[in-house]
């Protein structure tokens, strides 16, 4: 029901910075929080950041001070600002929202974005 692509994942020098964008689309749908993931090689996927309709955010400890989740509510978009890059963030990204459908929460999910930070 509801489609979202990522997009502004590379390659990148530590220390560097990127910006990943997530647009959501695919009719009618209300998107209560929308969210990063990461999956690096070996790893669980994990919750990088994420972001409610009130603006309030969470960050995974390790990116604290580094990254930053923002998003536009009209256009349905998100985007995380990612600074101070180290190789540990090397991972597959990707965006989340959480839809709220007869009464329910349900999880959908982008393809992802490749991020690569070399040292």
């Known amino acids: 029901q509801v489609q979202l692509v990522e997009s502004g994942g590379g390659l990148v020098q530590a220390g560097g910075s990127l910006r990943l964008s997530c647009a959501a689309s695919g009719g009618v749908f209300d998107i209560r929080s929308m969210g990063w993931y990461r999956q690096a090689p070996g790893k669980q996927r994990e919750l990088v950041a994420r972001i409610f309709n009130d603006g309030s955010t969470n960050y995974e400890d390790s990116v604290k001070g580094r990254f930053t989740v923002s998003r536009d509510n009209a256009k349905n978009t998100m985007s995380l600002h990612m600074n101070s890059l180290k190789p540990e963030d090397t991972a597959v990204y990707y965006c989340?929202?959480?839809?709220?459908?007869?009464?329910?929460?349900?999880?959908?999910w982008g393809q992802g974005t490749q991020v690569t930070v070399s040292s």
């Open positions: 989340n929202a959480v839809i709220l459908r007869q009464m329910n929460l349900y999880p959908s």
